[in-house]
Every structure is written in C-alpha cells, then in structure tokens.
C-alpha cells in the first residue's frame, strides 16, 4: 500500500528544485548559506484537535544559527511565540514542532513562519488544504523509515513511543557542571529494527574483462531519490532546541537532522548501529553547558518511523 499521494510527492519535488535553483552550480555548503522554514502538512486526533507542523532547511553542513524570537523569527497570527525553535542544526530537520490550529481556521486561511537569516527572510505558509492533512504513515515515509510509502499491517499499526522524563521540566545548573537527565521510554516494538526505506542502490554493470573496475559497494551508493533511507531502531536523543552557547552531551547523541554520509552518527547513514538503553528503558545523558543563559533542550524519542518529544528548560548560572 503506498500512502503518500502524488501530489505531496510533486511538491516535494518542486521544493528541491527551489533548493537546486538557490544554491546554484555548489550544491552543498559547509558554511554561510541561510535558513529556509518549511510547512510539513498538518495533523487531526481523533478529538478533533488540528495541529500545524512545521520543520525547516538549515542549508549549511556544518554551521548551526541562532535566531531569537522576534522580528526575524516570528508566526503570525498569534505570535511572534507559538513554540518555534530558535537554534537551527545542519541540514534538513523535518517534523520538528506544532502550532495549534485556531479554532477560526478556515480551509482558505493562512498562518506564516518568517524566518530571516543574513538579511533574506523566508516565509513556510500552512494551511488546512486537505492534500496537506498528515497521518502516521506519510510521516514515516517521508522520514525514510518505509519504501517508497510501502507498508502493511504490522507497519500501519504502530504507535508513536511514551516519553517520560525525571525530574522538573525547569532546571538550574552552573556553566561547566554537567547535569544529569534521564529519559524513560516504552515502545511497541514497531517497526522491526533494521534497515527500512534505504534507496535501492544503483550497481555498476558486472565486469567483462579482467582490467575492469570493480563493482562499488553499495552501501557507498548516493541515494536515489529525495528523502534518504533510514535504518529502523528506538533510541533516545537530546539536542539545543532554544539556546545560543555551545552543549556538549555524553554520551555523544545521535543526529537527528538527515545526515547521511557514511560514518556519520545518524540512522540515514550508511553503516549507522544504533545506540542502547539502560534496563526498563531508561537512557540516561550528561549535558554541560558552555557559558551562562537560558536553553530549551529537547529529547526525542524515535522508533525509526514515529516519535515523541519533550522539553527541558535549563537556566545555567556562571
């Protein structure tokens, strides 16, 4: 069964050919490019309760920006806070938070990120327009945990992950010091650890003579299609959701923005093995911070397919 429609996969498609058309001949950058926020559809519980999703495109490699709520980092109406992130990883991060709906919404309406970073604002425009309504399974398709949006029973059935973390959500602690925060997660076992939706490499033709280059390993095949493959596992992960100093985090996290160069600490990775939990799901972190401010630190629960979040706000004190 393939659920992702071909109208979300067109739309993909148009936005990486923007993307291609920005960056120009250099497709990849280290450094110096901007932040683009996108509108990842929207989501409806069975209350009836409507949820905008957005995520964003940080351009760079490697350079993460820092952008404070206000005019260059506002959602209207209603803001300029309804819960964005202010510190933006590398790369594409997707499904990273959720507006409510107002109650007012009409399908014609229209609620705007607007994001500038080095003087270009970028604006994500959500709507309710049925072709962006969410579900579990476009979710995990477009995440890379299935093939192609190729699930079954077993697939269909699963459930996002229970996150629970110890302690108060508002900590303080001194710059230097390490704090301690542990993490508890139950999960369905759902979906079947492993690789999922990795694209099908493309072999070079077999050799015909004995002077011909060998076939290349697979796993060292760039992908083939937009959304990279990801291999299936549950683990805990934390990251700076709000906060400009440097953390550090021990033991090193995975990443959670789609990393997929082989080696890399990431399940879109080539060669990636998963991390493991302490017993009764327990995973437990060490997180210093680098000089004194105020820091959102985010865990994210994933299965390989669907995930959790929760919220940390530390004010670190020199």
């Known amino acids: 069964m393939i659920t992702t429609s071909g109208a979300r996969l067109a739309l993909v498609a148009a936005a990486l050919l923007l993307v291609a058309a920005d960056v120009g001949a250099q497709t990849t950058y280290n450094r110096g490019r901007n932040v683009t926020p996108a509108f990842e559809g929207w989501l409806e519980t069975a209350d009836g309760t409507r949820s905008f999703v957005f995520g964003y495109m940080n351009q760079n490699w490697e350079e993460e920006l820092d952008v404070p709520v206000g005019s260059d980092n506002t959602i209207e109406p209603g803001g300029p806070d ?21 109650k007012s919404f009409k399908e014609t309406d229209e609620l705007l990120w607007k994001l500038t970073t080095r003087g270009k604002q970028a604006i994500a425009y959500a709507t309710l327009r049925p072709d962006y309504k969410l579900d579990d399974q476009i979710i995990a398709s477009e995440t890379g945990s299935t093939g192609g ?89 934390w990251f700076v959701y709000r906060g400009s100093g440097e953390v550090s985090f021990d033991p090193e996290q995975v990443v959670l923005w789609e990393d997929s160069r082989t080696g890399a600490n990431s399940p879109w990775a080539p060669l990636w093995q998963p991390p493991t939990g302490g017993p009764d799901g327990q995973w437990t972190t060490r997180a210093t911070f680098s000089r004194p401010g105020t820091y959102v630190l985010r865990a994210r629960a994933d299965d390989g397919a669907l995930y959790a979040d929760q919220d940390v706000t530390v004010t670190v004190v020199p």
């Open 82 to 102: 309804l819960g964005q992130p202010t510190h933006f990883q590398p790369r594409r991060n997707r499904f990273v938070f959720m507006v409510p709906v107002p």
């Open 149 to 237: 949006g190729i699930t079954d029973a077993t697939t269909r059935a699963n459930k996002a992950s229970t996150l629970s973390l110890a302690g108060d959500r508002h900590l303080t602690v001194k710059a230097g010091q390490p704090l301690t925060l542990v993490a508890t997660v139950a999960d369905d076992g759902v979906p079947r650890r492993g690789q999922g939706g990795v694209p099908v490499p493309r072999p070079r033709p077999p050799a015909t003579t004995p002077s011909a280059t060998p076939p290349v390993n697979p796993v060292y095949v760039p992908p083939a299609r937009p959304v990279p493959g990801k291999f299936n596992a549950l683990y805990v992960a």
